[in-house]
């Protein structure tokens, strides 16, 4: 049973980042659990009240985005660190990748489409595209995303375009899914969410990833504090940003490991008593 799941999991796996490589993105057919669904949907369910509504065009006047998922749903950990989602990080990421943003993006009828951009703006730092990508995306579908209820939309090949070039209609492809599907996309492909032109409301949750030298989106240390990190795997822990890339020690704290602000017995490789007398 254990060896057909791995199978199976293997060829999702290969599937998956042979779909980036050649268009940029890759659709995960059912891949949450309808009963892990809907934990996150009641946990984030008193943040969902309909008034808080986008501020701009890129939030969405008519979305509703709830931030800091990880300190207000404790299963979110579970579609964040989901392990057919980490094996594609480990592969298209360097080793100690950050989770850049946790997001829900609850699109309300009547919104327009969001303007086209890509997810890794990759710090500012001025290096042009066509370039690699320094992130990852996923968007988790919460309901089926249809042709008319804002389904994200992609550009399938945007992820190898050079910067300025616009997508024309026949480029544009809505990502239909059913809830508990995955969308996961390289940083560099063009994207936005759609129109609801329906009478219901589409949630996505989106985490994305980061390289571990570019700035988080979500400065999540601040979202995530120490007392609400404390209880999540290490994994999660080093994702919010309690790592260091070593060598390097590049993310101390006042000369120390973050992760002792979790765990005060944590010792970490340079124990300042392992030092020569
Ligand atoms: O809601 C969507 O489908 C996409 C949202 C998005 O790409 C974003 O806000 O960065």
Same mark, same amino acid.
């Given at each position: 049973?254990?060896?057909?799941?791995?199978?199976?999991?293997?060829?999702?796996?290969?599937?998956?980042?042979?779909?980036?490589?050649?268009d940029?993105?890759?659709?995960i057919?059912?891949?949450?659990p309808a009963?892990?669904?809907?934990?996150?949907?009641?946990?984030?369910a008193?943040?969902?009240?309909?008034?808080?509504?986008?501020?701009?065009?890129?939030?969405?006047?008519?979305?509703?985005?709830? /931030?800091? #998922?990880? $300190?207000?749903?404790?299963?979110?950990?579970?579609?964040? *660190?989901? &392990?057919?989602?980490?094996?594609?990080l =480990?592969?298209?990421?360097?080793?100690? /990748?950050? #989770?850049? $943003?946790?997001?829900?993006?609850?699109?309300?009828?009547? *919104?327009? &489409?969001?303007?086209?951009?890509?997810? =890794?703006?990759?710090?500012?730092?001025?290096?042009?595209r066509?370039?690699?990508?320094?992130?990852?995306?996923?968007?988790?579908?919460?309901?089926?995303?249809?042709?008319?209820?804002?389904?994200?939309?992609?550009v399938?090949?945007?992820?190898?375009?050079?910067?300025?070039?616009?997508p024309?209609?026949?480029?544009?492809?809505?990502?239909e899914?059913?809830?508990?599907s995955?969308?996961?996309?390289?940083?560099?492909?063009?994207?936005?969410?759609?129109?609801?032109?329906?009478?219901?409301?589409?949630l996505?949750?989106?985490?994305?990833?980061?390289?571990?030298?570019?700035?988080q989106?979500?400065?999540?240390v601040?979202?995530?504090?120490?007392?609400?990190?404390?209880?999540y795997?290490?994994?999660?822990?080093?994702?919010?940003?309690?790592?260091?890339?070593?060598?390097?020690?590049?993310?101390?704290?006042?000369?120390?490991?973050?992760?002792?602000?979790?765990?005060?017995?944590?010792?970490?490789?340079?124990?300042?008593n392992?030092l020569?007398?």
């Open positions: 049973m254990a060896e057909a799941a791995a199978a199976e999991h293997g060829a999702a796996l290969e599937t998956c980042l042979r779909d980036l490589e050649v940029g993105f890759s659709i057919a059912d891949l949450m009963e892990l669904m809907q934990r996150i949907r009641e946990q984030l008193p943040y969902f009240r309909g008034r808080l509504m986008g501020r701009n065009n890129f939030e969405g006047h008519c979305t509703e985005r709830v /931030y800091a #998922l990880l $300190a207000k749903s404790p299963a979110m950990a579970e579609i964040i *660190e989901h &392990p057919l989602i980490i094996s594609v =480990d592969r298209r990421l360097p080793p100690n /990748y950050l #989770l850049s $943003a946790a997001l829900a993006i609850n699109v309300h009828p009547g *919104e327009t &489409p969001q303007p086209w951009h890509i997810d =890794d703006g990759a710090g500012g730092l001025g290096l042009p066509p370039r690699k990508a320094f992130g990852i995306s996923t968007i988790w579908a919460f309901d089926d995303f249809t042709a008319s209820n804002g389904a994200t939309e992609v399938p090949g945007s992820h190898r375009w050079p910067d300025g070039r616009e024309r209609a026949g480029d544009i492809l809505k990502v899914m059913t809830a508990g995955v969308l996961v996309f390289d940083g560099t492909l063009l994207h936005r969410g759609g129109a609801n032109n329906s009478q219901q409301k589409r996505a949750i989106t985490p994305q990833y980061c390289a571990p030298g570019l700035r989106i979500e400065n999540m601040l979202a995530v504090p120490p007392d609400a990190a404390r209880d795997s290490p994994r999660i822990q080093s994702l919010l940003g309690y790592n260091v890339i070593d060598p390097g020690f590049m993310g101390y704290v006042d000369g120390e490991h973050p992760r002792k602000l979790l765990d005060i017995n944590y010792q970490g490789r340079k124990r300042r392992d020569p007398s």
